[in-house]
């Protein structure tokens, strides 16, 4: 099956940096979503990207399918930015998403 | 536009007893999927059921199944509880059955075996 990774494992930043995450995939996607997971387990949807630029805020991503990798941005980090980000892929004929390994960010006031 | 709910939030039993969790989908959606997420990793996909149906099912044993109403709501079992199936219990929903629609999660279910 499709394998997904993020990197960095782990990221810890002063409030107000500013952070990229990123989600490499195996295969080639027709859904990419990105999740910011909060304290109390509730996965949060912050971008459906299969392709292309969004922004919503402070946060933005970029997925380049062609070459099987998305980007997450947050600017200005704020203390409630804190969690696990996930990236979650579904690829062509499949209709699970499959989660990547994760990003744990703490932001440190 | 009510979201996605998750009953109940938490749950305790022992090993070898039944479980049964339930979900209600975004109002519009009719797909329903499964998750299990075990303490420090990814959510892992049980089982989608779409049309009343399991439409695809991922690497888990035949205790797990489940059952969607016409109402699109669904039910997850687990019989014969392990210690292992301790873990957060998620459900999604989305649209048609289609995997490249977007999913939105439910607040989750905490399954402890003891």
């Known amino acids: 099956g499709i394998q997904v990774e993020q990197s960095p494992p782990d990221l810890i930043l002063q409030e107000g940096a500013n952070s990229t995450l990123r989600c490499n995939f195996s295969?080639?996607?027709?859904?990419l979503q990105w999740f910011h997971q909060n304290p109390w387990g509730q996965l949060i949807n912050l971008f459906y990207?299969?392709?292309g630029t969004k922004q919503n805020g402070r946060l933005s991503a970029t997925t380049v399918a062609t070459e099987r990798y998305s980007l997450l941005y947050i600017s200005s980090s704020q203390t409630t930015d804190s969690g696990v980000y996930f990236c979650?892929?579904?690829?062509?004929?499949?209709?699970?998403?499959?989660f990547g390994t994760g990003t744990r960010l703490t932001i440190i006031p | 536009d009510a979201g996605v709910t998750q009953s109940p939030t938490h749950l305790i039993k022992t090993r070898g007893q039944q479980v049964t969790l339930r979900c209600s989908p975004k109002?519009?959606?009719?797909?329903v999927s499964w998750y299990q997420q075990a303490l420090g990793q990814g959510p892992q996909f049980i089982f989608q059921?779409?049309?009343?149906?399991?439409?695809q099912r991922g690497n888990f044993p035949d205790r797990f199944s489940g059952h969607q109403f016409p109402n699109y709501s669904s039910e997850l079992n687990v019989n014969a509880l392990l210690l292992g199936d301790s873990a957060l219990y998620l459900c999604?929903?989305?649209?048609?059955?289609?995997?490249?629609?977007?999913?939105?999660f439910g607040p989750g279910t905490r399954l402890t075996v003891l």
């Open positions: 109002s519009g959606h009719d797909t």
């Open positions: 295969d080639s996607v027709n859904n």
């Open positions: 990207i299969p392709s």
């Open positions: 999604a929903s989305s649209l048609g059955g289609l995997g490249y629609n977007e999913q939105f």
């Open positions: 059921y779409y049309e009343e149906e399991e439409r």
């Open positions: 979650a892929v579904t690829n062509f004929g499949n209709e699970k998403l499959t």
